[in-house]
């Protein structure tokens, strides 16, 4: 069997695992260990930052000892040099090394990588951003050892194959709950979500709807329940989703990208099909004859994240940015430089730059510019 081959059904199961963790939260830690075997590294963990954070939370991880992942908890994770960088600069989707981000010259000089990094034998690290906005952040993050070596083309190709997938499962996980699912009042549950939900069986036959459902097969105008079957006015769009139905039935369908859907009246939507045939998902205690869960809505551009905000506003460079989120959470030049790995002459430079582009005149006033942009009620 060629080494091609082999690649291919890695990577084939490992996407049936991420979506399988995407019911089964459990599975993330297993999902995570396989990532790192598949891509090439010593540690991953799908991280998380809401605005009002300084430092990131761990949802899932592996390979990273109990008291290292509490001492960047209470200690490092606000001394991590690739926050902010990440959160300003990172496009939804990027796969990113670390030197893409920060040159790494700075991360080895840094306290982060001296008292962190370094003590676990971490060289290098490569991420994927697959959630940013005004309220959230979240990234795939793994960390490269020596041995693993520096991330390079090979480690980038195959960290992108996976990302997308990742990126999906994370937000079906964040919609719907193995415990909803095993909960008496799945119906309630389901009319909780703003998505219209709508779950099938193989032939595409209604078994459960939610309330926004209801409300669009009443219209019409973009879906249609005839004769109780799941019904897509576009004829191209409805084969594509009565195929993917077939094929979640023999197990042969993975969550997919998007299916651009067109109103009566003109308006886009988007479908999004979720296989509930695995066998982790059949612990869902749906009905077995349940093949799949489609969610539809109107597409949305999410609001950037602050930290974007500030940086496009002020037009400020991703040093200027580093410095800026440096002097708000840590404070002046002596405690700064040896946390960012760069001289003191250095941060100053920045900080004046900083000073000129946002007509700030003392540190409080970076303070206070920062803070109200991180406000959820910010105007």
């Given amino acids: 069997m060629s080494d091609t081959t082999d690649e291919a059904e890695q990577i084939s199961r490992l996407i049936g695992d991420i979506y399988d963790a995407a019911l089964d939260r459990n599975l993330w830690p297993s999902v995570l260990e396989k990532t790192c ?17 300084s430092q990131g939370q761990f949802y899932y991880q592996w390979g990273t000892e109990p008291e290292f992942l509490d001492s960047y908890n209470r200690t490092y994770g606000i001394l991590n040099p690739l926050h ?5 600069h990172a496009k939804v989707g990027s796969v990113l090394a670390a030197s893409d981000l920060v040159p790494l010259d700075e991360v080895l000089a840094s306290r982060f990588y001296k008292e962190w990094l370094a003590p676990q034998g971490i060289l290098d690290a490569i991420s994927a951003t697959f959630e940013k906005s005004a309220i959230s952040y979240a990234v795939l993050a793994l960390n490269r050892s020596a041995r693993d070596g520096l991330v390079n083309e090979g480690t980038k190709r195959r960290m992108r194959l996976i990302a997308p997938h990742f990126q999906r499962a994370v937000s079906i996980g964040k919609i719907i709950d193995l415990h909803e699912f ?9 009319d909780g979500l703003a998505a219209a939900t709508i779950i099938v069986d193989s032939s595409g036959r209604i ?25 897509v006015n576009d004829p191209p769009s409805d084969r594509t989703l009565h195929e993917t139905f077939m094929n979640a039935e023999s197990g042969n369908a993975v969550a997919g990208a998007g299916l651009p859907l067109r109103g009566l009246d003109g308006d886009c939507w988007i479908a999004h099909v979720l296989p509930l045939t695995r066998s982790a998902r059949r612990k869902a205690r749906l009905n077995y004859s349940a093949a799949a869960a489609v969610f539809v809505r109107k597409p949305t551009l ?16 991703s040093a200027e940015m580093r410095v800026l989120m440096a002097v708000v959470q840590i404070g002046g030049v002596p405690e700064i430089a040896p946390v960012l790995g760069i001289r003191e002459t250095t941060v100053k430079t920045h900080l004046q730059h900083v000073f000129e582009k946002t007509g700030a005149k003392r540190q409080a006033d970076l303070v206070k510019l920062v803070a109200g942009y991180m406000s959820p009620l910010a105007g």
């Fill in 182 to 190: 095993e909960a008496a009042a799945l119906a309630d549950s389901l």
């Fill in 37 to 53: 075997h598949y891509v090439g590294g010593q540690a991953a963990a799908l991280v998380a930052l809401g605005p009002a954070q």
């Fill in 84 to 88: 902010v960088p990440t959160m300003v």
């Fill in 302 to 317: 999410e609001p950037p994240h602050p930290m974007e905000t500030i940086a496009n506003v002020y037009r400020l460079t």
């Fill in 207 to 231: 078994l459960l709807t939610n309330a926004a459902a209801d409300a669009l097969l009443a219209k019409g105008a973009v879906l249609r329940a005839a004769a109780g079957k799941l019904t």
